[in-house]
């Protein structure tokens, strides 16, 4: 059975999703109101799911309820009455696994929530997957200017100026990127 937090946001349809809910077999541990300690309260209780009930979402609350459930790694399903493409944009860029618009019958909710837990497991993978390519990328950045700078300060190839790197990492058991990077913010300083 899922646990669920329910977030109240305006007057929604949430006696009507609830009963919903219980049909279907979810249990919803807690009802709040969309506020400042959203995130306390999530992390908290830690729920399979956090559901927004909304007649017409507002950007602080998608934000505030994105924020909150991605620190606790909660995806988030809005119900809601508004079906406007704007609103749906934005839901979907502040990170809501799943926008639905009008009822859902009990036969379909538990479906929609399982889905909504996969899509947000995949761009959880995604957005790792996406800040370790520009971590990896700033790092060879940062070791191209520092090859760049052993090759002018030294006369070196391009292989002895990486091989150097490597080396001096070695010897202070750190990455080479943090030994490339921290040469070359020397080197900068020590500019006239």
Not at 101 to 130: C, K, N, S
Request: proline share 3%.
């Amino acid at each position: 059975m899922l646990n669920v937090v329910l977030i109240n946001d305006g007057s929604g349809r949430a006696v009507s999703l609830r009963k919903t809910l219980a049909e279907a077999g979810v249990n919803v541990i807690a009802e709040i109101e969309a506020s400042v300690g959203m995130a306390g309260v999530i992390a908290k209780l830690k729920p399979d799911v956090v559901l927004i009930d909304s007649d017409a979402p507002s950007r602080d609350t998608l934000e505030d309820v994105c924020v909150a459930s991605e620190h606790s790694a909660r995806p988030v399903v809005m119900f809601t009455g508004d079906g406007g493409r704007n609103t749906i944009r934005l839901a979907l860029e502040v990170g809501v696994a799943a926008y639905v618009v009008g009822e859902v019958p009990a036969t379909r909710i538990q479906t929609l929530l399982d889905v909504a837990i996969e899509r947000f497991g995949v761009e959880r993978e995604l957005r790792e997957e996406l800040q370790d390519a520009k971590k990896k990328l700033a790092e060879r950045q940062w070791v191209d200017k520092a090859k760049g700078l052993l090759m002018q300060l030294r006369g070196v190839s391009e292989d002895e100026a990486y091989k150097l790197l490597r080396e001096r990492a070695m010897q202070s058991q750190r990455r080479i990127g943090d030994v490339a990077r921290e040469m070359v913010e020397v080197a900068g300083w020590l500019k006239p």
